[in-house]
């Protein structure tokens, strides 16, 4: 499997080769769909508006909602989304993408930490 790197949508890319995902379930205001910064948007891999809502960047809250993002991207109905991003980082580098201020507190670690996870189960 190839590198996973975080970051925002605004950050330019180390390299042509790696794919940039925004993986927000919204799209981020003031960019035009035809101008955007990166090569898909996969919304669904995305937390929950319910447990995005709840969690609002609190970094108190934090290991809560690890442990209810994990629970989430566990789930039958996130299973496609996150094998397309696995089946991507197989064949070249990975930059997952969201547009929220502080990434360290956003879904993007929790995302990069399952993705390996699941990847290396591919493999085995």
Request: proline content about 8%; glycine content about 4%.
């Amino acid at each position: 499997m190839h590198e996973i790197t975080i970051g925002r949508i605004w950050d330019t890319s180390p390299s042509p080769l790696v794919f940039r995902v925004l993986v927000d379930r919204l799209w981020p205001r003031g960019i035009a769909k035809v101008r955007a910064p990166w090569d898909e948007w996969i919304k669904d891999a995305a937390p929950s508006t319910e447990l995005r809502q709840w969690y609002g960047h609190n970094p108190e809250r934090f290991p809560v909602f690890r442990d209810r993002y994990w629970q989430e991207l566990t789930a039958r109905e996130h299973q496609e989304p996150l094998n397309q991003l696995v089946r991507r980082a197989e064949t070249q580098p990975l930059m997952l993408l969201t547009a929220t201020k502080e990434t360290e507190w956003s879904h993007l670690p929790i995302l990069r930490d399952f993705l390996r996870e699941i990847g290396h189960d591919h493999r085995n």
